[in-house]
């Protein structure tokens, strides 16, 4: 099946994953404008009022660069709608996506129908986090044109499995759009991911060391000084398993290494009830793909680096060939 037309065609086949409290307009319109999809999450817009200025922000600021610059448009720009019973502002977040026709959004934790309606009303795609072959089928059978296979060593709410392992399975019967979360830091793995099947690499915590993103300056520096084995999976912080700098767990006073299990049950974004610090004010979700993260950097020097690694992995592979 070929890619919806929004997604065709992107100078760098790479999704930047939309980071809670991080993404920002600047961040999402500088990931655009440096040819890869930029995202954000709605709920980081405070308050809700603030999210129809931040679009307005993002929509002008993407008209203006392709003005000047059409030999060299912008990436189109995804927002994420967090679906869960838990979220109140859904309705009017989608109200709001509708009036400046948002060209994908990226939907997590659930997957529903009337969502993906509104969406495709505007004419826009919906992409949908799954971490299972089985929530894959779900998300499919309930409308989403595409998925994001959040597998293992994923920043923030990770899955389990093997990239590997979900790609494949995924791959077996769904011919339509294919992200892969998941260690993604290097052009060359975003080049791996698409030998494995997928369409696109998604890196997020490679934007969290840049100078647009959102995050406190010794957040950045962790991930900078961070490697795979830094990263701490728990459930304690929302109610879901996600992953975190360890670093930031033991600043919190807690013990990485012997976190209680939190109740899924009550799921939260503002901390688990158990939590002596605020997720992700100050437990920092982070991904086991940090250590190719060497500096801080602008984002559009971060991709510059990832298209230069994508171009000599290709270039590997053809000379081996």
Not at 69 to 97: F, G, W
Not at 181 to 189: E, N
Request: aromatic share 6%; with cysteine; proline share 6%.
């Amino acid at each position: 099946m070929p890619l919806p037309p929004v997604l065709a065609n992107l100078p760098l086949p790479i999704i930047g994953s939309p980071l809670f409290i991080i993404s920002n307009p600047r961040l999402v319109i500088e990931q655009c404008k440096a040819g890869v999809v930029g995202s954000m999450p709605s709920l980081n817009a405070r308050p809700a009022s603030q999210l129809d200025e931040w679009l307005a922000e993002i929509t002008e600021g993407l008209a203006a660069w392709n003005r000047d610059h059409p030999e060299q448009p912008a990436a189109p720009y995804a927002i994420n709608q967090i679906v869960h019973k838990s979220n109140d502002r859904l309705d009017h977040d989608m109200q709001v996506c509708a009036k400046y026709k948002v060209p994908i959004v990226i939907t997590s934790l659930g997957a529903r129908q009337d969502v993906n309606e509104a969406v495709h009303a505007w004419g826009g795609v919906v992409l949908h986090d799954i971490i299972n072959n089985a929530f894959a089928h779900k998300a499919i059978e309930k409308g989403a044109d595409g998925l994001i296979a959040v597998a293992a060593g994923a920043g923030g709410h990770a899955g389990t499995l093997s990239p590997f392992a979900l790609v494949q399975e995924i791959r077996q019967w769904f011919d339509g759009p294919v992200a892969l979360s998941g260690s993604i830091a290097t052009g060359a793995a975003v080049l791996a991911a698409q030998a494995m099947g997928a369409d696109f690499g998604y890196i997020g915590s490679a934007f969290i060391a840049t100078e647009e993103a959102r995050a406190m300056e010794g957040y950045k520096q962790m991930i900078v000084d961070s490697g795979a084995s830094d990263i701490v999976y728990s459930n304690l912080f929302t109610g879901v398993h996600g992953n975190y700098l360890r670093g930031s767990i033991v600043n919190a006073g807690l013990d990485p290494d012997h976190l209680p299990v939190s109740d899924a049950s009550k799921m939260s974004f503002g901390g688990g009830e158990n939590a002596a610090k605020k997720a992700w004010k100050d437990i920092w979700g982070c991904g086991q793909g940090i250590g190719a993260v060497k500096a801080v950097v602008p984002t559009r020097e971060l991709v510059a680096r990832l298209k230069r690694e994508y171009d000599e992995a290709r270039r590997r592979l053809c000379a081996d060939a």
